[in-house]
Every structure is written in C-alpha cells, then in structure tokens.
C-alpha cells in the first residue's frame, strides 16, 4: 500500500522525513466517528510501529496492530510519505470495499491521525496516540 501520489510530491517539492524524530512504537486509540453510518467500524486499541521504510527514504513504514484480549493483532503495513502541503504523514487507501486517505500528525510524543472517506471527505476514524519510551 504506497502512498502513490504523496510520496512523489514530497520528493519533487524536495521534502525528506527525518526518520530519528518519528521511529518508536506508538500507543493509542482508533475510534470510529459515526457507528451508525460505519456498522462494521469497531473502536481498538492501537500500536503503530514506525520506522525508515526501506523501499523509500523519503517515507516511513508503519507496521499497525490492534490489541485484542490483551495480545497484539497485527492489521497491516502502511506507506506514510510527506504531503508537502499539510505536513501530515499521509497515505491514500484504495481496497475493493473503501477508499480513504490516513492522516497523521506529529508532536514531540503524541500523533493525532484520521481516517477520511474518498470522496467525500466524511471522518471514518480519529486516532490518539503516544510513543512509549524504550
């Protein structure tokens, strides 16, 4: 899952991402905005791991899980390139059942993220998380 058209703009518009400033593990909540709309959404409890992607310099790789009955569940990896024009560590999601673009912001030890319909831009998932120190 790349970031097909993120990760381009970053490095024409000459962005790097300064890997030591965002690797760790990351430990948080993905909660769905609308249940009624999502009926399959479930809210979780997260960890993302996040490190240099080795394909791509100029992006992060982030391995994401999910805790269930107290063990770690993993969901996927993800390809987060730079978008140079919200700063926000993103990805565009396409699957046979969703379309979405991730979202995720960086301060010191927290990340916010979203999960945003495509199209139509609806909020599917807000996430809150905090690097756990080693």
Request: net charge positive.
């Amino acid at each position: 899952m790349l970031a097909a058209l993120l990760i381009p703009a970053a490095i024409a518009a000459g962005l790097r991402i300064d890997p030591p400033d965002l690797r760790g593990t990351w430990r948080g909540t993905s909660v769905c905005v609308d249940h009624a709309t999502d009926t399959a959404c479930r809210d979780e409890q997260v960890t993302y791991r996040l490190r240099p992607s080795a394909a791509h310099p100029e992006s992060i790789a982030m391995a994401a899980g999910k805790i269930i009955d107290g063990k770690e569940e993993p969901m996927g990896d993800l390809e987060l390139g730079l978008d140079p024009k919200t700063g926000e560590l993103a990805m565009v999601l396409t699957s046979p059942r969703f379309h979405g673009r991730w979202a995720f912001r960086v301060q010191g030890d927290t990340m916010t993220g979203t999960l945003v319909e495509l199209p139509s831009g609806r909020l599917v998932r807000r996430v809150a998380a905090k690097r756990t120190k080693p």
